[in-house]
């Protein structure tokens, strides 16, 4: 994992409209991944943003200097910090058989990718904050092209997809099959096997579910060498992984079909 930017939103079939973000990992130093991560979720979905909701990010890219208090109203979005309910997309560069991999979670609405990513960098530190906003303005007014060496996958419901190519951006490179392992698997049910340390060729059943679910709550436990909130955010991570794999497969599912 290079970088991870996890915005939760309202699902497209509810009528509200909501935006918070998860823990994520956006690193400054080295190669700055955060920071490339950033560039390429705004440039993916500011194209699909209309005139008036673009004219509204510049006085939100503004009170962000300082940091954003929420909850707050911005692009008619309700900004929060509670994420009970909402819908996960995940935006993440990984390292994939020596590949470095773009992958782009494009199932929910542009708009809260956009302000997820605001809210991402408002919640830096001082220095990068200030940074990563004068680069997410740049993208907003001149656009930006995923630099040579690096695969791109989008995924809609786990499944890769191709998007047309914007206007001055150059061709983008697609992901061959050795990094497609999660083809077809639904973006939450990839996560929550992720969470459960299980790999895509892995079957899913209720009883290997819960036995997993027990060791690694287990292992995060502080009497088993998990600390304060650490061992607090990661056992609510495992339950709600569990929650999601019960739910999407009640019995047998066989991942990539």
Do not use: C, K
């Amino acid at each position: 994992m290079l970088a991870e930017l996890n915005v939760r939103h309202t699902r497209r079939h509810m009528p509200t409209r909501r935006v918070a973000i998860d823990d994520g990992y956006l690193p400054f130093g080295g190669a700055g991944y955060g920071l490339l991560l950033l560039r390429a979720v705004v440039a993916e979905f500011i194209v699909d943003l209309d005139d008036e909701r673009v004219e509204m990010l510049s006085p939100l890219l503004a009170d962000a200097r300082d940091g954003l208090a929420v909850p707050r109203i911005a692009l008619r979005y309700r900004l929060q910090t509670d994420n009970h309910g909402l819908d996960r997309s995940r935006h993440r560069i990984v390292t994939e058989y020596g590949v470095r991999v773009l992958e782009l979670d494009v199932h929910g609405r542009p708009t809260p990718q956009i302000l997820g990513a605001v809210m991402a960098a408002a919640a830096l530190p001082d220095t990068s904050r200030r940074e990563a906003l004068q680069t997410i303005e740049q993208v907003v007014r001149h656009g930006w092209a995923v630099p040579p060496g690096i695969v791109e996958r989008r995924l809609l419901h786990g499944v890769p997809v191709a998007r047309p190519t914007p206007p001055g951006v150059t061709a983008r490179i697609q992901a061959n099959g050795a990094v497609d392992r999660w083809r077809g698997i639904p973006t939450e049910t990839r996560w929550a096997m992720e969470v459960l340390d299980l790999g895509p060729t892995d079957d899913v059943e209720r009883a290997s579910v819960q036995a997993r679910f027990r060791l690694l709550v287990r292992d995060a436990h502080p009497d088993h060498g998990g600390t304060g909130a650490a061992a607090a955010d990661r056992i609510s991570e495992l339950t709600e992984a569990r929650h999601i794999l019960l739910q999407t497969a009640p019995g047998r599912m066989a991942s990539g079909d």
